[in-house]
């Protein structure tokens, strides 16, 4: 794991992360008054995301509760999808709370703390500044009086670290699939009001079932080998729960 640096000079970052509206590289001269008070809107801040990255290790669990599809043919991503039509995130509701019993995607529980790798194989960590949490005389300051940080906030700094360790393989993954030319255009048909006709449709990327199953044994093996091939199957399952997103949905407009 690469080595992290929370007092960076912050004027070395520029950029712009996901979900993130203000991020800054966490340093003791520039937020030394500063930390996290615990929120009652943990969620509040993904509301209106449509979808959630995720890493490669945690397809497994995400397919459970989400369809899970690719960013795109070239360097894929995995993406949890949380919408679907004209809804926000129908996993967040009123009150910024994440729906009970449904997996919360890595990238999410991190905010609003990240880190970002830097060219000399350290990382740095990255605040989102903007956040509500992120007060004056909080809870859980982020820095003691030797400006290192303090054990709640080093607890998750960690949390993100090994979140981001994951992500190597999770390019691994993508490079494997658009090597293999696994990953193309598929279409989830809606039928919104019971009719049995299609209301609405939405067209996203996936592994193709038909060239998957062309795959010769030894590059199946080393799929199994490597992980990748459990990923894939999980992705697969997952393509069922856009019928369950569909229910989901329909009880939100009920104002179920």
């Not at 992360?17 to 203000?22: D, H, I, K, N, T």
């Not at 894929?76 to 997996?103: M, Q």
């Not at 960590?125 to 956040?131: E, G, K, L, M, S």
Request: proline content about 6%; hydrophobic content about 35%.
């Amino acid at each position: 794991m690469n080595q992290q640096n929370p007092n960076p000079d912050a004027g070395n970052f520029k950029g712009e992360m996901f979900l993130y509206s203000e991020p800054q590289l966490l340093n003791a001269r520039d937020h030394g008054e500063l930390g996290i008070n615990p929120s009652r809107q943990p969620y509040e801040f993904a509301k209106s995301a449509k979808f959630a990255p995720i890493a490669a290790a945690e397809i497994v669990s995400a397919q459970r509760h989400y369809p899970i599809v690719f960013s795109g043919p070239k360097q894929p991503t995995p993406l949890a999808i949380l919408s679907i039509l004209d809804s926000d995130n129908l996993f967040v509701d009123d009150n910024g709370e994440w729906a009970p019993g449904i997996y919360i995607p890595a990238y999410l529980r991190c905010h609003p703390f990240a880190v970002a790798t830097r060219s000399d194989d350290q990382f740095s960590v990255v605040i989102d500044r903007a956040a509500p949490c992120v007060a004056e005389n909080a809870d859980q300051p982020f820095f003691d009086g030797n400006k290192e940080l303090t054990a709640p906030i080093q607890a998750r700094v960690d949390y993100c670290a090994n979140y981001h360790a994951y992500l190597k393989a999770t390019t691994s993954l993508g490079d494997k699939l658009s090597e293999l030319d696994l990953l193309n255009g598929q279409q989830a048909n809606f039928d919104v009001d019971g009719s049995g006709e299609t209301q609405s449709s939405k067209t996203y990327i996936a592994v193709d079932v038909e060239r998957f199953g062309k795959i010769d044994a030894e590059t199946l093996h080393s799929l199994h080998a490597d992980g990748s091939l459990s990923a894939i199957y999980a992705h697969l399952f997952s393509l069922d729960n856009w019928n369950n997103l569909l229910e989901r949905y329909k009880r939100r407009k009920a104002g179920g």
